[in-house]
């Protein structure tokens, strides 16, 4: 073996023994430094003949290359060991808690809100307002409730010592139906709306409160009848629970604001201590629940609006709110509705996102 | 109202099971809010004869009886009652029975050593009635065995709610027509016991307020003897939750709930003169059979005699002239009132009645004599007496109603189809006649029946309900547009929004307390209410703050570490006009930490007012107002931190949203511990945005590189930093595209009533990359912007 060959052999040992980059740095600057071994022995090529040189070069050039790779290599690995070594050193303890933003919620009422406007709207709805504090012509007369009427009475209205200009009492409005007055005399008709809102009665109990939700529907047009009304409650039903098996009983009733006045049941059977609706009131283990009154408009309502009742008919419902949305989403106590406690509106509240739509169902699933 | 399937069965003949009865009340409007079966409260007690009785061996008070139940060996049964004696009759209850005053469940026991099978009961344990004096004797022909519910004829007792336009079913009769009328069975016609009349009414009757009642009707019946009512009388009133008093009261009450007729006896012997129905005086008083006092005015009407009211008319008969046992000679009454009078007098009375709730909402005007003769007939039969003939002052309203009706209407309201001779059985069956030409004659009793669309309600609630089948509403073509207007848009994005923040939606009420009112108005007066619920909800909410700080309250004083609560709702002003002006708002209330301690971040974080303007404008922009060119202004309330609050306007008046820390006396005044961070936005003060279209102005990114550089000023401490901000941007609008505070500095090295204040400027070259040329000329005029308010470069 040439000396050549000896000297190449050593630095590849100790190329591989280098522990360090600072041990490797030594070997390439002993082998390939400008004063390395290596480096010199190229330097003899230039003193030599061409015969000589073409005879001692391929072994010198052989043991550069072969120093140089190895010297690459060993770098290579000793750089990856220091980076696992460093991010050895750099482990988190991922259990610790991350900063958590606040989460918001949505009001169950808001998001119910939202989901009438969503199914209305596609049956060509629109959402109508009006005033809560009211005056009584609004609220009562022009619904076919005079001064005298009984009815007035059973509304448990709260009044304002205050009097418009006209002279009418001044209140808080006891249902939504007042909307579909000031809807219909500003806009006559055909007319199709919802108005959802605040509405007001002096009751207070497990089940009442003194300020609750309702909404009004109201459809107004030349044919419109009550296999019309039956098929709109049927339709929001099925679209608002997102089941098939709606089935809605019919019962007279009374309203002054409608003739002929219509009560709507609903079929529900009880699962689990909850009230689940859907399939027929009187198949087994199931019963009926009323949830809310309607009936075709009364002419003389028409009239009050401006609207000729000889030319146009309709009809018109009232729904509570909040017990829709309870019956949906499983709340037991309307009091908390109002509480603002975080901890009930962080349960039964919505997310943000969950803004309904008709592509992915209105409803928001827990 | 209340009534057992026997009375029912008075006035129905019908085979129809109660079930099914119940069916058809829903059916044709008489919701059933009940059925309480009296058999089943009642099963387990027997008729049973006491065979012997002997003392208990070892208590004085108490008797071992054997009773025979009509099977098996006779019982041994410890009884305590007084009365319990061998060969009387009485109730037993078996071990099983559950008995019905306690709901205690009988079981074979022993008492005192002695074993027991059973009890022997009361009329009270059984609920039949209030005597507890002993157990029940039953006359010696009941038969041992039986089951008592059967032998004490025990009916299913119904409960109906009868709207308030069916006055006609505030009596058994009128339910029974209707059933009828739905199919269930044949109406029976009204027995009327006969009776004969003889000599004039003794007594004068006159209507002096026919207005209030038009038709005032009487009859002396003179000898009668007034006592317990039979049974059958009893048993029918206590089914209508009516306690028996005595025969004539009973027979008046029976008139009442069976047909719906209130009527009124007077004993004869209280009476002075003639009977009037005239106005009451300005008052005038009346004691009443409830034995309370009511002062009268001229509005109402009474009947009185010469000396004294003794019936507040339509609603209560007075006590002085009431009956008693030992009354012989009594004037009945009956009479037609106004409804709308007897209305009127009873709320301004606040005084209820059987009698007001019917004649408030009208009885049959037809039945006035028919009526009398029927309340005569009974008082005549079980009570004896000799009538006299009646007599009638003034006559009850008479027009019947006439209604020109097409059949076709009630396909065309109703949806159903129903053949004509169907539509005219029923309303017949109504009591309503129909002419050849079906002109539709109303039959008076009911009041409630104004036009055809009445008539399509009768004809469809009889025919059924059920048989209307669902029509879909006629559609638009193509998808369905949208419906929502600008502001309903503006509230459903900007409750998101907030949501998205992480801030809970809280709905609270929109009355407060007067005191949290007022302690957020303005210069305008509440409304406040006349007749509030409480205290605690009576003025109308000037602001949304004081409702979601009393939340932040409770959820305090519930132990929670804080509460971040919005509301989307209104505020309640008034307008010009003297009517009500209510401004959707939305308002924030931020309570408790705005960051807990954490290992990160060590010490909680403070809420700040910067966490409020960061909400602010968050939820502006996202409400779609023009953030940019807002102004921060003062002046938020006096219910904020006068140095920690501001406005954001758009000009110098109009008001977006107000700020801020609430002002310690306001968390004080709400007993609230702070800091707590508020923020109201006023929605209706955000511009609607114009020209908005789908494609948006052309933009492409500017090609070359922004440049910022930073500056440090010296100002006077007094300098708004948005002041220098604002002046800064002006130096160079093209180019100018951010101005941005990085620090804000005062202490040491900065002169005494100066701060320093760092920014960074972005500046955007246009066409061209800058040179350092136009770097420092941009520079300079930053510069020279800035002086003009008083800032020095810093060195």
Known sequence: ?366 | MKFSLTWLKDHLETTATVAEICDALNAVGLEVEGVEDPAERLAGFRVAHVLTAARHPDADKLQVLTVDTGEGDPLQVVCGAPNARAGMKGVLGLPGATVPANGMVLRKSAIRGVGSNGMMCSVRELELGEDHDGIIELPDDAPVGTSFADYHGASPVIEVAVTPNRPDCMGVYGIARDLASKGLGTLKPIATPSFSASGACPVEIRTDDPEGCPAFYGRVIKGVTNGASPDWLQQRLKSAGQRPISLLVDLTNYLMLGYGRPAHVYDLAKLSGAMAARRAIDGEQCQALNEKTYTLDASMTVIADESQVHDIAGIMGGEHSGVSETTTDVLLEIAYFDPARIGATGRKLGLASDARTRFERGVDPEFLDAGLDLLTGLIVELAGGSASDVVRAGSPPSNAKVIAFDPALTTRLGGVEVAEAEQKRILESLGFAISGDWQVTCPPRRHDIEGPADLVEEVVRIHGLDKVASVALPRAEGVARPTATPQQKLERGLRRAAAATGLNEAITWSFLPEWAAEHFSSDQPLWVLANPISEDMKAMRPSLLPGLLMAAKRNADRGASGSRLFEIGRRYFRAGNGLSEEKPTLGIVLAGEKAERGWQAGKAKVLDAYDAKALALQLLEAAGAPIQNLMVMGEAGAQFHPGQSATLRLGPKTVLARFGMVHPATLKAFDVDGPIAAVELFLDAIPARKNAAFARPTFAPPALQAVTRDFAFLVPVTLAAGDLVRSVQGADKAVITGVRVFDVFAGAGVPEGHKSLAIEVTLQPGEASFKDADLKALAEKIIAAAAKLGAALRG
């Open chain 1, 1 to 366: 073996m040439t000396e050549l060959e000896l000297d190449k052999q050593a630095a590849l040992a100790a190329i591989a023994d280098a522990a360090t980059l600072d041990a490797l740095e030594e070997q390439r600057l002993a082998a390939l430094g400008k004063k390395g071994w290596v480096s010199l022995a190229l330097k003899t090529l230039g003193g030599m003949s061409p015969d000589e040189r073409t005879a001692a070069a391929p072994a010198i050039q052989s043991a550069r290359a072969a120093i140089a790779d190895a010297i690459e290599a060993k770098k290579a690995a000793l750089e990856a060991a220091e980076l696992e070594a460093q991010l050895a050193r750099e482990t988190l303890d991922l259990t610790l808690p991350a900063a958590a933003a606040p989460k918001g919620s949505v009001h169950p009422v808001s998001q119910v809100m939202d989901e009438l406007a969503e199914i209305f709207a596609d049956l060509g709805f629109a959402v109508a307002t009006g005033p809560e504090i009211e005056d009584d012509w609004h609220n009562f007369t022009a619904l076919n409730m005079d001064e005298t009427h009984p009815a007035r009475a059973m509304h448990d209205t709260f009044y304002f010592p205050d009097r418009t200009p006209e002279g009418r009492e001044i209140l808080l409005r006891t249902h939504t139906s007042p909307v579909q007055i000031r809807s219909m005399l500003d806009q006559g008709a055909p007319i199709r709306l919802i108005a959802p809102g605040r509405v007001y009665r002096s009751d207070s109990d497990a089940t009442h409160t003194p300020m609750f939700h309702q909404v009004e529907g109201l459809v107004v047009d030349k044919d419109i009848h009550l296999g019309h009304l039956k098929w709109t409650l049927e339709t929001f039903f099925k679209a608002f629970f997102e089941r098939e098996d709606i089935v809605l009983r019919l019962r007279p009733s009374y309203f002054p604001f409608t003739e002929p006045s219509v009560e709507v049941d609903v079929g529900y059977s009880t699962e689990g201590g909850r009230r689940v609706v859907g399939g027929h009131g009187d198949a087994p283990g199931h019963a009926w629940m009323e949830l809310g009154g309607s009936g075709m408009v009364n002419r003389r309502v028409l009239e009050f609006a401006g609207i000729d009742p000889d030319v146009y008919q309709g009809f018109a419902f009232g729904l509570g709110i909040d017990r829709i949305a309870m019956l949906k989403y499983g709340m037991n106590d309307l009091r908390a509705f109002f509480d603002g406690d975080p901890r009930w509106l962080a349960h039964y509240g919505f997310s943000p996102f969950d803004q309904p739509t008709l592509s992915a169902g209105v409803g928001a699933k827990a």
